[in-house]
């Protein structure tokens, strides 16, 4: 069982859209700790969660979700769906084509995957790393750019190698929709001294790290995590600190982010 704020990190949600979730009947906890209040959730609530975004991300509102995934939100149904869909029209009006792109992009992932992806999980060993960072809050998890390109500026400049792969260790406790607090990393060898923005340190071992590599865009990164989640629940493990998403191949070796390969590590202990 996962608490609010693991699951919500680790399926990229909110956890106040899980509060909202749970409120309106679209998703609610598997169970509730009657003398903390604690919230509990489970790996296999996470499939109706990743439908729940899909539908989402493809224009369609909670109340249409909640029809569609059977949770009548009306004593008239019928009457709130052809307004759901005038309303829907309206919008399809003014964004059609952003919209038949999400369509696109998710009719390919569903015929080239049906939806789903193989996963391995490994436990390994992860060693001190010699590294420079930057940590600092990001509008968003995409919105990094500018972190990447101040810290590489800087070891350049300094004349110091670095060894890939680079990677970010996100250190809130749920997922964010702003103010996302990142540590971008770039390993490195050779002496480097750092500033007031650019921290050198040893990147600490870690003893059992549960590690999935993901080929793909980072769009569909969800998957990877859901499958990553459901083997340390299904295992018994627990997580220990935060995650770190290491960047093996990128835009800057990769004509397609279809060729993207990303490995996800959650530190864990039994």
């Not at 702003?178 to 480097?192: K, N, R, S, T, W």
Request: hydrophobic share 35%; aromatic share 10%; net charge negative.
């Amino acid at each position: 069982m996962f608490r609010i704020g693991d699951f919500a990190k680790l399926n990229r949600v909110t956890v106040t859209a899980l509060r909202h979730y749970d409120a309106i009947g679209l998703l609610q906890p598997e169970k509730i700790d009657t003398f903390t209040g604690y919230r509990y959730y489970s790996a296999n609530q996470m499939p109706r969660l990743n439908r729940i975004i899909t539908l989402k991300e493809l224009g369609f509102s909670l109340e249409e979700i909640a029809l569609v995934l059977g949770n009548k939100a009306s004593s008239d149904p019928f009457q709130l769906l052809l307004e759901l869909k005038h309303n829907e029209l309206e919008d399809r009006i003014k964004s059609e084509q952003q919209r038949l792109a999400k369509l696109e992009t998710f009719i390919k992932m569903y015929e080239q995957e049906n939806y789903t992806m193989d996963y391995d999980i490994v436990l390994k060993h992860v060693e001190p790393i010699k590294a420079a960072s930057v940590r600092d809050f990001i509008p968003t998890y995409s919105e990094q750019g500018h972190l990447w390109e101040e810290l590489a500026g800087y070891i350049e400049e300094k004349g110091v190698k670095i060894v890939p792969p680079c990677m970010v260790i996100y250190y809130d406790s749920g997922h964010k929709e702003d103010q996302v607090d990142a540590e971008i990393i770039e390993p490195i060898v050779g002496e480097l001294k750092g500033n007031d923005r650019i921290k050198v340190r040893l990147l600490e071992e870690v003893e059992q790290m549960a590690c999935v590599v993901h080929k793909g865009s980072y769009q569909t990164l969800s998957q990877a995590y859901t499958a990553l989640s459901t083997w340390i629940q299904e295992n018994g493990y627990t997580i220990t600190g935060p995650q770190r998403e290491l960047y093996l191949k990128g835009e800057w070796d990769s004509e397609s982010p279809e060729d993207y390969i990303t490995e996800l590590q959650v530190p864990v202990s039994v």
